[in-house]
């Protein structure tokens, strides 16, 4: 059974940083993108960045609003992704959640992706 | 803001049908497919159809999805009171810094 488990979250003064953590199990993790998507209190999803498998070049990507700030890592010897939050903004307040990313072909469009397994989230509260 | 729109509410009694539309651009869902993730309340979000129409092992066939140009729908039908929640569009984005993009969410009430 698949199973995603973040922690690191809390409280946090503006300006300040965060390391959030997502433990792994039920897959081999190395070889699964993972990404991290969050949801301010009341609102919708948004995706926040991710991280392709070493084998496909372990390239990370980064949502505009939190480039140059977040950084997205991962340790395949211990199946943890992470998160870490610099110069966090009040607006960065939300619960974060990390996602398997899994790949599928589709005749038309070729290869494609859908984020499969969520974990639970962990919130993110940064004060002014 | 996010440049899939969708519907900010839908309801319907038990039994009926609810179709929520996704509506976007060529650069996202007219050029890629279309996920749904389904958020019941105090949970996390879930995935609930894939590549337009796919259902995930586990969904039952009451959900649907469906694509057509640069929008994508959603319909439920024969609605149950355990399907009250928000649901959300996803696909890729060829044009953004953002390469992911999600729907701004439906809620799905059960009157």
């Known amino acids: 059974e698949v199973q995603l488990v973040e922690s690191g979250g809390g409280l946090v003064k503006a300006g300040g940083s965060l390391r959030l953590s997502c433990a792994a199990s039920g897959f081999t993790f190395s070889n699964v993108w993972m990404n991290w998507v969050r949801q301010a209190p009341g609102k919708g999803l948004e995706w926040v960045g991710r991280?392709?498998?070493?084998?496909?070049?372990?390239?990370?990507d980064y949502a505009g609003t939190v480039k140059g700030r977040f950084t997205i890592s991962r340790d395949d010897s211990k199946n943890t992704l992470f998160l870490q939050m610099n110069s966090l903004k009040t607006e960065d307040t939300a619960v974060y959640y990390c996602?398997?990313?899994?790949?599928?072909?589709?005749?038309?469009?070729?290869?494609?992706?859908?984020?499969?397994?969520w974990g639970q989230g962990t919130l993110v509260t940064v004060s002014s | 803001q996010s440049v899939l729109t969708q519907p900010p509410s839908a309801s319907g009694t038990p039994g009926q049908r609810v179709t929520i539309s996704c509506s976007g651009s060529r650069s996202n869902i007219g050029s890629n497919n279309v996920n749904w993730y389904q958020q019941l309340p105090g949970t996390a979000p879930k995935l609930l159809i894939y590549s337009n129409n796919q259902r995930p092992s586990g969904v039952p066939d009451r959900f649907s999805g469906s694509k057509s140009g640069t929008s994508a729908s959603l319909a439920i039908s024969g609605l149950q009171s355990e399907d009250e929640g928000d649901y959300y569009c996803a696909t890729w984005d060829d044009s953004l810094n953002s390469p992911l993009v999600f729907g701004t969410g439906t809620k799905v009430t059960v009157l």
């Open positions: 991280i392709k498998s070493k084998t496909d070049g372990g390239t990370k």
């Open positions: 996602t398997t990313d899994s790949e599928y072909f589709d005749v038309l469009t070729g290869s494609q992706r859908m984020l499969d397994y």
